[in-house]
Structures are given as structure tokens and as C-alpha cells.
């Protein structure tokens, strides 16, 4: 059964407006009793056409997710591999403390990057992007320890494309993503 799908409100008139709209999309396209990639699936496309639509029209080419490998043995072997996406052709896999991706999921922290040739160790899987910003997927352990499920990774083909207000945006959004990991 397909959900009626809300449109994003296009009359926001700020960027914090404009992903609280987004996030109220996101989360009436979220179905828990789906599988996970159904769910990154619909959330990647309403992110990707919602930062590429007018009005907003950012030059985004690409946006999807890295998923942490649940097989690795050792935190020195983690790393994450492709999730749905929107936008060409991407790496398929990205070791921990690799790249950008990878430093968001080493650190637990958001990674704002506003020209991808100055950052130390990018990995350019398309060389058209100028700049990105990657949000880690964040849910908590029985024990209470914080587990990196992923990332959500955005690249923009113009410098500087990503600001505080997207990076508090996008983490509300994130927010809202990882409860289909806590299941």
C-alpha cells in the first residue's frame, strides 16, 4: 500500500522553515513496517527533489546514504557500504575515518566541507562536486553506547553549498531517520 505523500510547503521562507516542512515529509513517509532500504529509498528522494525543486533549486548532485557493516570484527575494520541514494553512480564502500563520510562516522559528528578539494583525504566519486555535508545516523546500545548506523551524505556541485542552518536542519531530520534503525 503507497502512503499519500504530503508536497514539501514551498512557501518557507527560511531554511529552518523550509526542513521543518521537509521533516514532516520525511516522517509521513516513514513506515516502520518496512524494511530499512524501502524507507532510505523514499527519504532520499524527497530530500534530494525537495533541495533541487523550486524554489530552493540547489545545485544538489547527490544525496543518499552509507550504512554501517554490520559484519566488521573490529572497529579498526568498520566500514560502511552504498544505501539508496539519488545521483549518479557512487563508491560502494568507504572505510571509518575515510573521506568525508567516513570522518562523520568515525567522529559521531556532522562534517560541513565547503570546498571537497581542500579536504585532506576526500574520496571523489563524483569529481563535479564542490562541496558536502555528511550527517551521522546516531541510535543508542542496551548498554546506552552511542552506535553509528550511517550516513546521510549530500553533495552540492557549487563551493560553500552547505551552511550551520543546513547542518541543524539536517540533523533534526536525521533524528527522525534513525528511529527505523531502533527497531
Known amino acids: 500500500m503507497s ?3 504530503p508536497t514539501t510547503e514551498l512557501s518557507a521562507t527560511s531554511k529552518p522553515e523550509f ?13 516502520p513496517t518496512l524494511t530499512q532500504t524501502a524507507n532510505l529509498a523514499n527519504v532520499s528522494s524527497v530530500l534530494f527533489y525537495a533541495l533541487t525543486d523550486a524554489p530552493v533549486s540547489r545545485k544538489i548532485n547527490w544525496c543518499g546514504f552509507y550504512l554501517t557493516e554490520k559484519t566488521a570484527e573490529t572497529s579498526a575494520k568498520r566500514r560502511m557500504v552504498l544505501g539508496p541514494f539519488q545521483g549518479r553512480v557512487a563508491c560502494t564502500v568507504i572505510p571509518f575515518g575515510r573521506g568525508v563520510c567516513g570522518t ?32 551521522p545516523i546516531l ?5 546506552g553506547s552511542v552506535v553509528v548506523e550511517g550516513v546521510l551524505d549530500i553533495d552540492c556541485l557549487e563551493q560553500n553549498g552547505f ?20 527497531a
Not at 541510535?139 to 548498554?143: L, S
Open 163 to 182: 551552511d550551520a542552518e543546513d547542518k541543524e536542519g539536517l540533523e533534526a531530520i536525521v533524528a527522525v531517520i534513525a528511529d527505523i534503525f531502533k
Open 3 to 5: 502512503p499519500s505523500l
Open 104 to 135: 562523520a562516522a568515525a567522529t559521531a559528528e556532522t562534517v560541513v566541507v565547503a570546498d571537497v578539494h581542500s579536504f585532506k583525504g576526500h574520496i571523489a566519486c563524483d569529481s563535479a562536486s564542490e562541496s558536502e555535508i555528511v550527517v
Open 19 to 31: 526542513y521543518a516542512a521537509v521533516k514532516a515529509q520525511i516522517a509521513a513517509v516513514l513506515d
Open 139 to 143: 541510535t543508542k546500545d542496551a548498554g
